[in-house]
């Protein structure tokens, strides 16, 4: 198949795209950092894209910044935001007759007991810092499933170029001991591993699926439970415990909701249908 990887040079879209010409896609790999289009210019972007006829379109637009400020989310993610939508948009625009598999959030679920599977709602009254991200989630997904195509729920990423590599700025936080247990620390991390996020779009492309999945790994993980255990990992200080009261000041409304309200998510619907299996089964056991 003519498979065109929009977002080709990000965390993704690096390990995506040399496992798509391994099992015999022609491969057109697009992003502004090698000359692509801007693909918020709609001109621009429906014209390279109808050059390229695509059969699938492979969506992973983001604009991620290398160090996340919950305080700043929200303008910090303006860029992402707008490639989720206005882009996903020029996406659909140019290649209607093409199959559309896109990159979502796993991470978005309102708080609520037990892992999220793929019909819990979406968390659509999140803290303001948040609450743009999660609009440009839903108009995503609106926009990729309207057109008869999937979205990859994905988790907090991991692997080669993520914030949790050794070069991260998580891990650079925890090695300087920045990152507290917040209250109850009790926020249920699901991840994903860079190479499995890619795995799964190669499982999709074989199986006419619809909809959003789950990708995720195996082993969702609270904050209280992951974050020292992955200090130890790394020969860092043990985390301090911070009463969420005194780390709203520092880190915003948002910054504790993170820390202690997020939601897991279940892959148990990606396997069955995708046939799919991470092979990092767990962030902490399984790193590169």
Do not use: C
């Amino acid at each position: 198949m003519r498979v065109l990887v929009a977002g080709a040079s990000g965390v993704i879209g690096r390990r995506l795209v040399p496992l798509l010409t391994a099992v015999g896609h022609d491969v057109i790999a697009l992003s502004r950092s090698t000359g692509g289009p801007d693909m918020l210019d709609r001109d621009a972007a429906v014209k390279a894209v109808r050059r390229i006829a695509p059969d699938v379109v492979v969506n992973m637009l983001t604009a991620i910044p290398a160090a996340i400020n919950p305080r700043t989310l929200a303008r910090d993610f303006e860029l992402t935001n707008r490639l989720r939508t206005e882009g996903t948009r020029h996406l659909v625009e140019a290649a209607p007759d093409a199959r559309h598999i896109a990159q979502g959030l796993a991470f978005a679920y309102r708080p609520g007991e037990g892992l999220a599977d793929e019909d819990a709602p979406l968390w659509t009254d999140a803290p303001a810092q948040f609450a743009p991200n999660v609009r440009a989630v839903v108009e995503l997904e609106r926009l990729t499933v309207g057109a008869g195509g999937l979205v990859l729920r994905y988790g907090h990423l991991t692997g080669p170029g993520s914030i949790y590599d050794k070069e991260g700025s998580t891990t650079a936080a925890v090695l300087a001991g920045r990152m507290p247990i917040v209250g109850d620390g009790g926020s249920v991390f699901s991840f994903t591993h860079a190479h499995d996020a890619a795995t799964a779009v190669v499982a999709a492309l074989d199986r006419n699926v619809s909809g959003a999945l789950n990708v995720v790994d195996d082993t969702p993980l609270a904050h209280r439970d992951w974050l020292p255990a992955f200090a130890r990992k790394l020969g860092a200080p043990a985390p301090r415990r911070v009463p969420a009261f005194a780390a709203k000041l520092a880190v915003g409304g948002f910054g504790v909701a993170f820390m202690t309200r997020l939601r897991g998510a279940d892959n148990s619907r990606a396997r069955l249908v995708l046939n799919w299996r991470p092979r990092h089964a767990s962030f902490l056991d399984d790193q590169e």
